[in-house]
């Protein structure tokens, strides 16, 4: 949980070579307007929502040695930590309008409210900045070149998130003006951040968090594309390639402070919604060069997790988190599958000194456009939990062609995102900070 989270920690380059040798080694968006299935167990047929059945737990191997110095691996406690994913906060212009307070201030929580408890509940919610924290030097803009208020990053912070990547497409928006603004309204509230830099030095700072104590996270963020923007330094942006990346990587394995690896890719196709081979192979790259975790975003639409088994220095097979694209968390484009997104859960524990990936999980989610108070108005909610609230009646501002559009959702993305037999869709029969997730059990109505 979160009250044990320490926070984030900047580690500065020379940190960084010494442990290495202390251990030898498009975006478019519809108008103003409103928008859009059944539990599954992972890769099976759509069902409609109901009790939960009891998930397999899959094989929990290693992922690397993390160790502390001053204890003995063998005598230290087991410590367990809870990853929580989500793809772009793709801010277009509808979105920040419907933020807008009559006093000229600014309220983005509103659009994460349904949500707000499960990333709370994560002791480390990560989530992709594709917007820019430019100013008021700059008109508010979304599409082509997006442009945010900065309390957007002190409304994230305040709805439980805990690390923004923003190597993406839009980072260069603004070019090295937005960048250094963006980096200035991160820092202002105190949200950590990883993928651009305004120094050669901040470029080889490794970003640490200890999202629980004794369990230390190295967050990597790279893109593909920069929209064709020239860099305006070659340290501003943090590019996807076969050289600088599994480098940055290796790294960061290789730190004694350092128990698990993220990194963040913004690549592939936008709207395709199966992984490319350049795809695959960046993959491959960033598990071979020691991540744990990689967290892919860009297409705009769900791609499949997957549980990969790498072999790792030791000559041990170990699983590895993958998912190709998150989709879209909160955006205006529209679509059933754009409109559609997920929340990815990594288990993670420690004990006796090994690292392990217990569970990999999934929580489906909606963009919800509705009118209210004479205004137009978005949120992001839980799908299952709204399917439920439609058969209930719970939930005023659901319309039947939302509740429709709700089990289209749910049927395709609990289809779309299990990629492995080992990945669970959560039920929300299990309150988010339970400590195992549960899969919706076959045939269940």
């Known amino acids: 949980m979160k009250t044990r989270r320490r926070g984030a920690t900047w580690v500065a380059p020379a940190v960084a070579l010494l442990a290495c040798l202390l251990l030898l080694s498009g975006c478019a968006g519809r108008g103003p307007g409103g928008g859009a299935g059944a539990p599954q167990n992972a890769g099976g047929e759509a069902q409609a929502p109901g009790p939960s059945g009891g998930a397999e737990e899959p094989a929990g191997p290693e992922t690397g040695p993390g160790s502390s110095e001053d204890a003995d691996p063998e005598q230290e406690e087991r410590r367990t930590a809870r990853i929580l994913a989500v793809g772009d906060l793709l801010m277009h212009l509808p979105l920040v309008y419907a933020s807008a ?40 803009a979304g599409y082509p070149s997006f442009n945010t208020p900065p309390e957007f990053a002190r409304d994230l912070k305040a709805v439980g998130f805990d690390v923004l990547t923003h190597a993406n497409n839009h980072s260069l928006d603004y070019l090295k003006f937005g960048i250094e603004k963006t980096h200035e309204a991160l820092e202002r509230y105190g949200m950590p951040h990883t993928g651009t830099a305004r120094t050669p030095d901040e470029r080889e700072e490794i970003l640490v968090v200890e999202p629980v104590p004794g369990i230390r996270v190295a967050v990597l963020a790279y893109t593909a594309t920069t929209n064709w923007i020239p860099l305006p330094e070659p340290w501003s942006v943090n ?34 919604r199966e992984p490319n081979d350049e795809q695959r192979h960046y993959v491959d790259v960033a598990l071979q060069a020691g991540a744990d975790i990689v967290l892919g975003s860009h297409p705009h639409v769900i791609q499949p997790i997957e549980v990969r088994q790498v072999r790792d220095e030791f000559g041990r097979d170990l699983p590895r988190a993958v998912v190709y694209s998150l989709g879209n968390f909160i955006s205006n484009q529209e679509g059933l599958y754009r409109e559609a997104g997920i929340m ?10 090994v690292t392990r990936i217990e569970q990999v999980s999934f929580v489906p989610t909606w963009v919800h456009g509705y009118r209210a108070e004479g205004r137009q108005r978005y949120r992001v909610v839980v799908v299952e939990q709204s399917l439920r609230d439609c058969e209930a009646g719970l939930d005023p501002l659901l319309t039947p062609a939302d509740c429709q559009r709700l089990r289209e959702v749910w049927a395709d993305t609990t289809r779309q995102a299990a990629g492995s037999p080992e990945v669970a869709v959560w039920s929300v029969d299990l309150p988010p900070q339970h400590p195992r997730a549960q899969a919706v059990a076959p045939g269940s109505s």
């Open 101 to 140: 307070l009559p006093d000229g201030e600014w309220d983005f929580t509103p659009l994460f409210e349904p949500v707000r408890p499960w990333i709370e509940a994560a002791d480390l919610a990560v989530a992709n900045l594709e917007t820019t924290l430019t100013g008021p030097d700059y008109p508010w």
């Open 344 to 353: 990815m859960l990594i288990d993670v524990a420690k004990e006796g000194g």
């Open 239 to 272: 590019l996807v390639d076969d050289e600088q990346m599994p480098a940055d990587i290796r790294r960061a394995r290789a730190r004694e402070d350092v128990d698990l690896v993220i990194v963040a890719l913004h690549f592939g196709e936008e709207y395709a």
